[in-house]
């Protein structure tokens, strides 16, 4: 299953971390690859956290498969989404 990530400027490091790491523990747990994750940003450059930590995307959000011009939770439905989530920042 494909997790998406977007990652905007000045994100909480802990945030973009804790996701990613209970994705990891998933896939330790099931030993298997269950969940592939992805980090998207608003482009290809790196991403300066809340905390100076720097982040590189997996891929730029125009340049994602299926990536829509603008983006709404309540569309998540249209690009066949079992689940959309938000995180909070700040």
Known sequence: MRIVIFVPSDVHSLELAGLTDVFAEANARAASNFYEVAI???????????????????????????????????????????????SPTG
């Open 40 to 86: 998207v940003a608003e482009d290809d450059s790196v991403v300066p956290c809340a905390s100076g930590l720097r982040v590189l995307p997996d891929i730029a959000f125009d340049a994602y498969e299926g990536s829509p011009t603008r983006f709404s939770w309540r569309e998540a439905s249209e690009f066949q989404c079992r689940r959309a989530s938000g």
